[in-house]
């Protein structure tokens, strides 16, 4: 594991992650790092800790499937599909939701992680109520 690249390393550690290893996140996270998604902005390993077990706690189960990543000197970009379960969200079902990272490694860690994806199919869509509202206003726009 010593000759492995760190974006191999992050997309290994994704793949496994889940609320009992969260440690695990110091091993491919700089202490000071920047995480940024379409809905949060996180600064610093222990509070990714607790965004990770919050998020965690609150689904029935989330996986990462990794389908393919790049880097380029000390820039990584990782393309993904996340699946969870989130009992008050589309009836419990999984719902699987593509999206793209950004990452910048400093000293082979990450300093600056960022998430791209589509916000109403991670949430919106699934809202009671809400979800059949954003599904009209797809089906007109379209």
């Not at 079902?93 to 991670?122: A, C, M, W």
Request: glycine letters at 6%.
């Amino acid at each position: 594991m010593d000759n492995q690249l760190p974006v191999d390393k992050f997309v290994e550690i994704y793949q496994q992650l889940d609320s009992t290893n969260l440690d695990l996140l110091s091993d491919i996270y700089c202490d000071n790092i920047q995480f940024i998604d379409p809905m949060h902005e996180i600064n610093g390993i222990v509070e990714l800790r607790r965004y990770f077990a919050n998020l965690y706690s609150n689904v029935k189960h989330c996986q990462f499937d990794i389908s393919d990543s790049f880097n380029s000197g000390d820039n990584a970009f990782i393309y993904w599909t996340m699946h969870y379960a989130h009992p008050k969200l589309s009836s419990g079902k999984t719902i699987s939701v593509d999206g793209h990272s950004k990452l910048i490694f400093k000293d082979g860690k990450i300093i600056k992680h960022r998430d791209y994806f589509n916000v109403g199919e991670l949430l919106y869509k699934h809202i009671p109520l809400l979800g059949s509202v954003i599904k009209l206003i797809d089906k007109r726009a379209g």
